[in-house]
């Protein structure tokens, strides 16, 4: 996540919505007094690489930390005074992409055997727990991942970004097969997700 005091922003990051991108591009516009967690060593080999600043500042925060927690550290008056947003994917899509990030060699389980498991409850891929506070949307603005590059453009002309963001490729190889999720989602594996996306399918009116 990152707090740039330099743009009065808080960029909140939920998992498989190409946050560690997003985070990256968003360093480079990052100052001294900004808060930048850290990311795996692979991705921030790809931060240094492109000469971007890299975790700083961020003692009490971490990469996945919820609107909650944040909001508790910088204070009430920070946290309404800054631009808050964060990202939200078709959660039929997401999980497809989790199954591939958490089973990244040869075998892997059956999608259906992974789908339907407790995986999902215990990895806490739901963006909701990250960007809600007591049940309700904490944020300004929670962005569609499906709308990636135009989200982005809106954000950067929001806070007044000097330039558009461009995104640099992490953690995007693992996914192997690239149909669209209906033609690799059986009916149980469909169904599994609706019961435990529904309030972020209710949300956003994700369809199957």
Not at 126 to 144: L, P, S, W
């Amino acid at each position: 996540m990152i707090i740039s005091r330099k743009y009065k922003f808080i960029f909140l990051k939920t998992n498989k919505t190409a946050g560690t991108s997003i985070e990256i591009a968003l360093s480079k516009l990052c100052g001294d007094k900004d808060i930048i967690t850290p990311i795996t060593p692979e991705d921030e080999m790809i931060r240094y690489k492109l000469n971007y600043r890299g975790p700083q500042n961020f003692q009490g925060f971490y990469n996945h930390i919820s609107a909650e927690q944040v909001r508790r550290r910088i204070g009430e008056q920070s946290w309404n005074d800054y631009y808050k947003f964060c990202f939200e994917r078709n959660p039929w899509d997401r999980v497809i992409s989790l199954y591939y990030d958490f089973n990244r060699t040869e075998p892997r389980p059956e999608m259906s055997e992974f789908v339907c498991s407790n995986v999902l409850q215990i990895l806490k891929v739901r963006g909701i727990e990250i960007y809600c506070i007591d049940g309700k949307i904490a944020v300004d603005r929670v962005c569609k991942f499906e709308k990636l590059e135009e989200e982005l453009d809106y954000i950067g002309k929001q806070l007044g970004f000097p330039e558009k963001l461009i995104l640099p490729h992490a953690k995007g190889s693992f996914r192997k097969d690239k149909r669209h999720y209906t033609e690799i989602l059986n009916r149980q594996c469909k169904e599994h997700i609706e019961r435990v996306f529904s309030e972020e399918i209710r949300l956003f009116g994700y369809e199957f």
